[in-house]
């Protein structure tokens, strides 16, 4: 008896039922419907009752091995808290697993909470855009053939320098494209600048997009021209795309104090990634600080064979603490986890973070699509990759010490417990 009052307290659905009007609608609207409503790509709206009844089944399942909402870390190392976390707590997946058991009840329609709206503004994770630039003309690529690698190139309309605040790529047809990095070419980069330009964002099946901390920006140039890397892929039949990028700024004559720059951490060399048939295996890459450093995202990159990746920092008195690990990776969603601002980690120069990635090359590995061959380094889906971006902002000494006294009154540990 006094086990089922502490479910009772912590999972109240487990005493008194839950129907989807009082217990599921609010779950589905704060973390579900930005995605799942009319006009999205997802395969069905969970809106209305009528919409969510007959994918009840699918729901439970998604949601019980925590597939869905799409939050791949493991929640009991590292950082706990983060501004764009849109995982289910405990007591959430159970009222929707009640739910389900129970036949999925709708409950009474005056329970339900006022609806959300969606509007084009919608389609962006990071709300609405000051400003839209998009390729200067469509892609089509052919229906059958191997893989496709190119450029593409737009024009921004800036009568003015503007400090980025957050900035999001799209493609038009996701079904042919595998990913894009973005480049700025600016019109008076300095002496050693690549003609090629510097890396701005990417495009990776299911990013949210850049969101940057307070008083942390990114520096867009008047006259600049984006470059887009792209690589398609052919679905058999002729496709065209597009891709577009959104920008929010910071208010005009605005400068943000901190710079954010966007670093990758890899194996090297890179062709030295190796997954024999019918392996796991881990491989390790390694980055030092060479200056003082405060981590404000972070994101893993494989493909399908990606199982988990973990970040650590290696200290200077040699003890070492998990950043982020996840360990359920999803090659359909490259999430950029962006790390709460009392909590984003702040590491003196010196540090080394240390990249551990992990490849499931067998048959339990379910988006497996070849268990018996081997795999290596390369930009195909049935090819590898392992590295994390990290989202890095540089400190001076005042700085970085300003920052550590900024939160001891807080009294905050890195998991925020």
Known sequence: MKLFRLLVLVFPALAFGADFSKDVAPIFERACQSCHHAGTSTPMSLVTYNDARPWAKSIKERVALRDMPPWHLDKTVGIRHYKNDRSLTDAEIATIVKWVDAGAPEGNKADLPAPLTFTADNVWYIGKPDLLARTDKDFKMYAKGPDWWIDQYGDIALTEDRWIKAMEVKPSNPKVVHHAVLYAIEPDAPAGTPETGIQLTEFAVGKYGDIFNENTGRLLKKGTRLRYDMHYFAIGSEQSNYMTVAFQFYPKGVVPKYQVRSIPIRNFPNDELEIPPNSVVRTDGYYRLTRNARIDAFQPHMHMRGKGMTLEAIKLDNTTEILSSVDHFDFNWHINY??????????????????????????????????????????RSVDD??????????????????????????????SGI
Do not use: C
Not at 391 to 410: G, I, S, T, W
């Open 338 to 379: 962006i790390y709460a601002d009392d909590v984003s980690p702040l590491l003196p120069a010196g540090t080394v973070l240390h990249m551990i990635g992990v490849h499931d090359n067998t048959a339990a590995n379910k988006r497996n699509p070849d268990p018996s061959a081997w795999v290596g380094f390369g930009e």
């Open 385 to 414: 990759m392992v590295q994390v971006w990290i989202n890095v902002v540089y400190l001076d000494d005042a700085e970085f010490k300003q920052a550590l006294e900024a939160r001891k009154p807080k009294l905050v540990t890195r």
